[in-house]
């Protein structure tokens, strides 16, 4: 399964901070990406994605939110329903 949730409580970081915890470092299976949402449901998610359009497309957005000098983990701006439809269509198209 290519959506992994990390941690789906609510998060209750500030804006810019790192979701990853010197105590919860879990190691990412190689050729995925950790990413967290808007809702601080942290996931992983595989590489080969990344180039799909509407994933592009969050990432361009979150480029606009929080900048390219984001520490840690990548933050997407939407909550992780609309995250899970948008890597659910990319797994298909990519099929």
Known sequence: MAWRQKNGGESSLSPGASPCRDDEREKV???????????????????????????????????????YGQPGVLRIPCDAGHFRRVVDGALHRAD
């Open 29 to 67: 299976p190689r050729g995925h990406v950790p990413m967290v949402t808007g809702c601080g449901a942290r996931v992983v998610v595989p590489v080969r994605l990344l180039r799909d359009p509407c994933i592009a497309e969050l990432l361009d957005m979150a480029a606009q939110q929080y900048g």
